[in-house]
């Protein structure tokens, strides 16, 4: 009874708010300003859409307002913010009372957001409305001086650039930041240039994703793959026990035991050359022979850029299960590479649509493609495509009712899964309904692995029907609810998971 | 003396005194000193009210150190394990700034103190420098720079060497050392703060790019050139610091591939720096009584160790007994 009571809590809970309805004009509004700006609308502009009764004049007064809200100085910082988060580096600190204030007039948005050449590449992609590969295109930054005393143990612009540009000043601030720019420095490097690519290339993301001896660059491919490409970097090996692959922020960290096992220790147990062992395993070649050649083009740099370019490869299984290997003669060429690959656009697709639309509204792979094509015909311009996206009805409906997955939907499709796995000590009986929480949670995460990844379940997915699959999906999310109606996997299961 | 002392000598030394930090010097001050630094020329500082003070300037230069580097990872061939010996020679300077004209008489011949208008007198300090080191990294056309003045390296020092009885770890695996040798980085690790996520982790802290050795002998490469210094400590060369090292090198493919390091240079530096000041004590060298210091004659002028050392005793609003 209890467990009954429990599943009808979280049904309700999936399953509110109930209206599919489309939103109101007010509900509308805000919803727009609060996704372009991150603030509320004032007054003045619920009056005057109140005023307005022609449809096309309010589909007028909405193209207005995404244009006003998308060129305000808000969604510029937001932008920051929102990448900041997507790249995992450090959000600017901000006053957010000042920020938030409902009055307009007192409202002070973020000074000194640009504050160094990754986070005003972040502020020109909104600001100058220009195409999202820039992110990993850019020959062009903005360098911003540091404050000697207070930055120290991190590298600043200028000393990051100078090695490949020798005629930059030092830092300009002095020990006690009395000097400062009035303006950022801007440096241009060739549109064939080898030694930077955008975001891969700036002194913050070299820092946050950091390389050592051991690691040799593989943490800075891992988060080319996961933030570019929606590749999970799950690890193939377990972590420990006692640990959640939640709990551990990097691939790296995760396969390797985490904080458990130091890089030395890992430094004094791989005896054998590291490329031969990763190369002989075939748990750690499954990750490494992505990351190992990516690595490669960022071999090189340490803390700051290096004039000599390091040769390496894009190499990764594309989603239609074609291998994908092209020499690359820099880091330069790298980001290049990745824009072109659709693997990229069908996920920034998802993250624009997670940003802009709502994790509540579902994305088809149809409407994903359509949007992929969209974005194509906009030059994937950031704020163009921002702006048609919250013109498309979704953004404007209700998120959907959650449809219900009984254990009779899935009880068919799991006698599929003991068609292989035929039950006993490490595999379950599947059909039977009743599976122990790791093995939920290991099915979960097979499921929903890439179609390219080889660990990916079921082996035959391209033999399933997409609602079969999706329905396995959602049992799973929903608790993998048992013939006898209790909640085998709780959200505090699923959440630890994630 | 533990070797982080040392290194956060050299870092108060490359950033200015670090008690005035709290407290940054009132513009409008009295009174200015007039520092007179004519190349050949006594070094002077000079106050409005005739007060005068000299430098004094004393070095010492350790035997050759050499320091045990073993070859642990290895993506260029196959063979690891060897061990190598990177050879340094440190020049370590102890500097004291001494009044030569002072109304107190019992002041003329003591250390200047110095703290900035506005301070109360505990906050005095002694305009003297005993963290001074250097290294013969400095060659030929190509000035090592880790920032302005770089006076962590010096042209009248040895130049660094590696020395090893076998090279087959090296692209190639040639059994003897080759004519030359170009590493495209040579970057140290440690544990460090990540400035992004302000976890403690390994992480490379700097080092040097374009870094070129040649051969001296079959067993010994010399490092010749370094195109630049890298480093988020910005202190001293990193090159030579860190317990983990790496080197980026090509393969004749023209693949990158990566030599992993482990040393203890920081041991070995540490009983040098320490050895070097107990022969300056048993020599009973009083620096008060050495002739006054000529501005330039420490090095080539733009890389005048002393230049560098001091210049955070003459800001603006200093005050001086």
């Known amino acids: ?498 | 003396m533990q070797m982080n002392k040392v290194l956060t000598g050299l870092v108060l030394f490359a950033f200015g005194a670090v008690a005035v930090a709290d407290d940054p010097p009132v513009p409008a001050a009295p009174p200015v000193a007039t520092v007179t630094k004519v190349p050949g020329q006594a070094f002077k500082m000079a106050l409005a009210d005739g007060r005068e003070a000299s430098l004094k300037v004393f070095s010492l230069d350790s035997p050759m150190v050499p320091t045990n580097i073993k070859v642990i990872d290895n993506t260029c061939t196959d063979w690891q394990g060897m061990t190598c010996q990177y050879k340094m020679k440190f020049r370590r300077f102890w500097i004291d700034l001494v009044w030569s004209k002072n109304p107190d008489a019992s002041r003329v011949g003591q250390i200047v103190e110095y703290k900035s208008n506005g301070q109360d007198d505990k906050s005095f300090q002694k305009a003297e420098s005993v963290n001074g080191l250097q290294t013969g990294l400095y060659a030929g056309d190509k000035i090592p720079k880790i920032s302005d003045g770089a006076p962590a390296y010096s042209e009248r020092l040895p130049l660094n060497e590696l020395s090893c009885d076998d090279y087959r770890w090296l692209p190639g695996a040639p059994t003897e050392a080759p004519d030359t040798l170009h590493t495209s980085r040579w970057d140290s690790e440690d544990n460090i703060k990540n400035a992004e996520t302000g976890v403690m982790e390994n992480r490379t802290e700097g080092g040097a790019y374009g870094v070129d050795l040649k051969k001296i002998d079959a067993k010994t490469l010399q490092i010749t050139r370094i195109n630049s210094f890298t480093g988020i400590l910005r202190t001293f060369p990193v090159l030579i610091l860190g317990a983990n090292q790496s080197l980026t090198l090509t393969k004749p493919s023209g693949d990158i591939c990566q030599v992993g390091l482990s040393a203890n240079f920081q041991g070995d530096l540490t009983v040098t720096y320490n050895g070097l000041e107990q022969k300056r004590q048993d020599l009973k060298v009083d620096l008060k009584t050495l002739p006054d210091y000529v501005y330039g004659s420490d090095e080539l002028l733009d890389m005048s160790f002393v230049k560098f050392e001091v210049g955070t005793w003459f800001f603006d609003g200093m005050v001086y007994r």
């Not at chain 1, 992110?135 to 360098?143: A, E, F, M, R, V």
């Open chain 1, 1 to 498: 009874m209890k467990s009954l009571i429990f599943l009808a809590a979280i049904l309700l809970s999936l399953a509110s708010p109930a209206s599919p309805t489309d939103l109101s004009n007010a509900g509308h509004l805000r919803k727009l300003s609060l996704h372009l700006r991150g603030v509320t609308p004032v007054p003045a502009e619920y009056a005057e859409l109140q005023k307005l009764q022609k449809d096309t004049d309010i589909a007028a007064f909405f193209q207005r307002k995404a244009d006003e809200y998308l060129n305000s100085a808000q969604a510029r910082d937001r932008m920051v913010f929102r990448l900041s988060e997507k790249f995992q580096v450090e959000t600017p600190a901000i006053d957010m009372n000042a920020y938030l204030s409902t009055d307009v007039s007192q409202r002070k948005y973020v000074t000194g957001i640009r504050q160094d050449s990754i986070s005003d590449l972040f502020y020109r992609i909104s600001s100058q409305n220009l195409s999202w590969d820039y992110l990993l295109t850019g020959k062009d930054y903005n360098l911003y001086p540091k404050n000697a005393f207070f930055d120290f143990g991190d590298i600043n612009d200028f000393d990051f650039f100078r090695t490949v540009k020798p005629d930059l000043p030092e830092n300009p601030s002095d020990f006690f930041l009395e000097t400062t720019l009035a303006d950022p420095m801007g440096v241009h490097f060739a549109a064939d240039d080898l030694t930077v690519s955008g975001v891969l290339t700036t002194p913050r993301f070299l820092s946050r994703y950091n390389t050592t001896n051991v690691n040799k660059n593989r943490r800075r491919a891992a988060a080319v793959f996961r933030i570019f490409m929606c590749d999970p970097m799950f690890p193939i090996i377990p972590p420990p026990p006692d640990k959640k692959t939640a709990d551990l922020p990097n691939a790296f960290d995760d396969i390797h035991g985490g904080a458990t096992v130091t890089e030395q220790q890992l430094t004094a147990a791989m005896q054998v050359s590291s490329d031969a062992r990763h190369g002989a395993d075939p748990n750690c070649a499954a990750c490494h022979v992505k990351l190992d050649p990516m690595g490669r083009t960022f071999q090189n740099i340490g803390v700051a850029l290096n004039p000599e370019p390091a040769r390496g490869a894009l190499h990764f299984t594309k989603s239609d299960g074609t291998i994908f290997d092209q020499g690359l003669s820099g880091i330069g060429e790298l980001g290049g590479q990745v824009a072109k690959q659709s693997e990229y656009l069908n996920c920034q697709i998802k993250w624009f649509w997670k940003e802009f639309i709502g994790v509540d509204v579902a994305l088809s792979t149809d409407r994903e493609n359509q949007l992929v094509e969209q974005f194509n015909k906009l030059s994937r311009k950031t704020n163009d495509f921002i702006k048609f996206l919250v013109s498309q009805p979704e953004f404007t409906k209700e998120p959907a009712k959650i449809q219900i997955i009984s254990f009779d939907r899935v009880r068919p499709l799991l006698q599929r899964c003991d068609s292989c796995h035929s039950g006993g000590v490490d595999v379950p009986a599947f059909a039977g309904g009743v599976i122990d929480k790791t093995t939920l949670l290991k099915m979960r995460h097979r499921v929903n692995l890439p179609d390219s990844d080889h660990h990916r379940m079921p082996r035959d997915w391209a033999r399933w029907d997409p609602k079969d699959l999706d329905a396995v999906k959602q049992w799973i999310e929903q608790g993998a609810v048992s013939p006898s109606g209790s909640i085998q996997l709780s959200p505090n299961d699923l959440a630890g998971a994630k």
